[in-house]
């Protein structure tokens, strides 16, 4: 496998697939500074379609651009995630140790499902979508396309969250939140 992006994400990841025993062989970044992230290269061009890549990148529109390169795309799911055999992940996601998903959840693609987080059942996490350490998304919670949850938020039941729409870390989320909103606080409300 081999990741796009070398920085603190990239670190993350790595230890994923180390988690299950799938080896990295390399990375790519375009940062010509950049020549080396532990003991891995760092190949500074774009992957080719014959590599399998995970995009190590935090933020959610830098992921969605380069996922539209001609690439084929893993997956890497912490060995110490919990997630129902029910749950369907798509490609290019990612979810870090301690994170859990429950029953009949669906991720979309290149999603980050951070450390410790907790998507409910039935929950439905469309493309892009990044949720920070300690979320609590609760159950038939909808996210919408690159949505951020920020650290420690919680979100209540059935709440929709608009497309590309940032939620600040520790809100708590009571009421649906529109496309391209932030919102912030307790309860959240548009900033």
């Known amino acids: 496998m081999y990741l796009c992006g070398a920085g603190g994400h990239a670190k ?3 230890e994923i697939l180390q988690s299950r025993g799938i080896p990295v062989e390399g990375l790519f970044d375009s940062n010509p500074d950049i020549k080396q992230l532990w003991q891995y290269p760092v190949i500074h061009s774009s992957p080719l379609p014959s590599h399998e890549v995970i995009i190590a990148i935090g933020n ?3 992921r969605k651009k380069l996922a ?19 749950a369907r992940i798509s490609e290019g996601t990612v979810v870090m140790a301690g994170a859990t998903i429950n029953a009949d959840v669906v991720i979309g693609r290149h999603c980050i499902i951070n450390t410790n987080a ?4 039935d929950c439905i996490l469309e493309d892009f979508v990044h949720v ?16 951020h949850i920020g650290a ?9 969250i608009g497309k590309w729409a940032v939620i600040g870390a520790g809100a708590v989320v009571v009421r649906n939140i529109p496309d391209n909103t932030v919102a912030v606080g307790n309860p959240a409300r548009k900033r």
């Not at 539209?68 to 029910?86: K, M, Y």
């Not at 907790?118 to 059942?121: I, Q």
């Not at 350490?133 to 909808?142: D, H």
């Open 132 to 147: 920070s350490p300690n979320v609590a998304l609760c159950g038939n919670v909808v996210v919408g396309e690159g949505a």
């Open 60 to 62: 959610n529109a830098i």
């Open 68 to 86: 539209e390169q001609p690439c084929r795309f893993g997956t890497g799911l912490h060995q110490l995630a919990n997630i129902s055999p029910t």
């Open 152 to 160: 420690g938020a919680v979100v209540i039941p059935g709440i929709v």
């Open 12 to 14: 993350v990841i790595i």
């Open 118 to 121: 907790s998507v409910d059942h």
